[in-house]
């Protein structure tokens, strides 16, 4: 039999066991599906962006708060305003600390900004995640100059691989493909609110 067409027999009678079992829960979970997409870092030569903006590693007081900014305006619909400072606050002092490796880096388009970004690279393997480009400024390019520039930073560091995980139904997705990123692999997350 074909290797394919076993693998996905093998997948249809999984994903209908676990539909079965979760049927069967007295507390219906909402299920998440992310994907994990995969790029090597030398693609970057082949990334189209947007010139016409800037990006700055958060180094100095000005930047970081520009990144936090940025981050709340982001965020403050799905996650709640307060929620969303307090998370990007937390996550600041973590920018801040030398040793350790993740980075923010912040867009900026007529020295406004516009987008943020992590880069964590730790062990010849970079990750990307919070990715964040203001809804009037996306599909413009934008988010590709982002990307070509943290692909850039990590072949720099001796990173050959990059890796991210996205929503399954994110709108950034399709950016990703474009920029070359392949899907690797899938996660499932099983969310129970306990009321």
Do not use: W
Request: with cysteine; glycine share 4%.
């Amino acid at each position: 039999m074909n290797k394919d067409i076993l693998n996905k027999l093998m997948k249809l009678k999984m994903d209908k066991l676990t539909e079965d079992k979760l049927r069967e829960l007295h507390i219906k979970p909402e299920i998440t599906v992310y994907d994990y997409m995969h790029i090597k870092t030398d693609r970057h030569r082949n990334i189209v962006g947007n010139t016409d903006c800037i990006i700055k590693k958060a180094i100095s007081d000005d930047i970081m708060l520009d990144g936090r900014n940025v981050d709340v305006l982001a965020n403050e619909a799905t996650m709640g305003r307060d929620f969303a400072q307090r998370r990007i606050h937390r996550k600041s002092k973590v920018y801040q600390t030398d040793n350790l490796p993740l980075d923010l880096y912040v867009c900026y388009h007529n020295d406004l900004p516009i987008g943020n970004c992590e880069l964590m690279v730790l062990h010849n393997i970079a990750k990307i995640e919070d990715f964040d480009i203001l809804e009037e400024y996306q599909r413009k390019g934008f988010g590709s100059t982002i990307i070509k520039y943290l692909l850039k930073i990590a072949e720099e560091n001796d990173v050959k691989d990059v890796y991210l995980i996205t929503d399954s139904s994110d709108t950034a997705k399709e950016m990703y493909k474009k920029c070359g990123f392949e899907k690797i692999g899938v996660k499932t997350e099983l969310f129970f609110e306990l009321k």
